[in-house]
């Protein structure tokens, strides 16, 4: 079985759309989906409450305050039952059923993988910033890191039982990629297709100030990551 973990933050509007894509997911392949309603106070509670029961193979883990985007899918890793372990964000910019391929990856070339998609069709300032951070990525930590940030990451459970003391925030898709490096894990990418948001804006892709906010906490623990490589 996959675990996918979806990690919602007051996306209580695109839930029932969601939903629909998890459990056609789910008719395609063993998998079980987790949505971690991570710190909301719009109506994700209730929502998820009336729609889950019409939905099988999908559940929900609740984090009563919210504590950043990577507790949140920690909690949903934590929680889950597979031998593979995913996630991808709720806001269907990347579609759940993106984990098709590469659950075909794992098929073909066995578990010891590390998965993520490659972002297609994104604005190109979006490709740019991109390219800027995986350039300043790859220099700094010495290790090839490319769009990271795309979704879905994928891996097997065994990878994740080796990770000490992950990030709480934005960090997370980093730290599972640079660590899936350094463990010489193959690293298998596959193309997605990256939309529009459903509903709703963006937590941190707002604005100059927010950017900057997600670089400079980026940057950050990208140094906090080297200095654990000296130690």
């Known amino acids: 079985m996959l675990s996918l973990v979806i990690p919602c933050f007051n996306e209580a509007r695109n839930l029932p759309l969601l939903l629909e894509r998890c459990s056609a997911l789910v008719a395609k392949a063993d998998v079980e989906v987790i949505i971690v309603d991570n710190g909301s106070s719009d109506e994700t509670a209730r929502v998820l409450e009336d729609a889950l029961p019409r939905h099988p193979g999908c559940r929900s883990v609740r984090v009563d305050v919210n504590q950043g985007y990577g507790f949140g899918i920690l909690s949903g890793l ?5 031998d593979l372990l995913a996630w991808t964000h709720a806001d269907l910019q990347t579609d759940p059923l993106d984990l098709l391929p590469g659950l075909d990856l794992f098929a073909s070339h066995g578990t010891g993988l590390f998965v993520k998609g490659r972002r297609r ?89 927010s950017k900057w906010k997600f670089i400079k906490r980026t940057v950050d623990f990208s140094f906090e990551l080297k200095g654990r490589l000296s130690q």
């Open 121 to 209: 069709g994104r604005p190109f300032k979006d490709v740019v910033f991109t390219v800027g951070m995986s350039a300043f990525e790859t220099v700094l930590l010495r290790e090839p890191l490319w769009d990271i940030n795309a979704q879905p990451t994928m891996f097997s459970r065994a990878f994740f039982e080796t990770w000490a003391d992950p990030p709480h925030d934005f960090s997370l898709d980093l730290y599972a990629y640079y660590q899936a490096r350094r463990s010489r894990l193959p690293v298998e990418r596959f193309p997605v297709v990256f939309g529009e948001r459903a509903h709703g804006v963006s937590h941190w892709n707002v604005d100059l100030r």
């Open 78 to 82: 934590r929680a889950a039952r597979g």
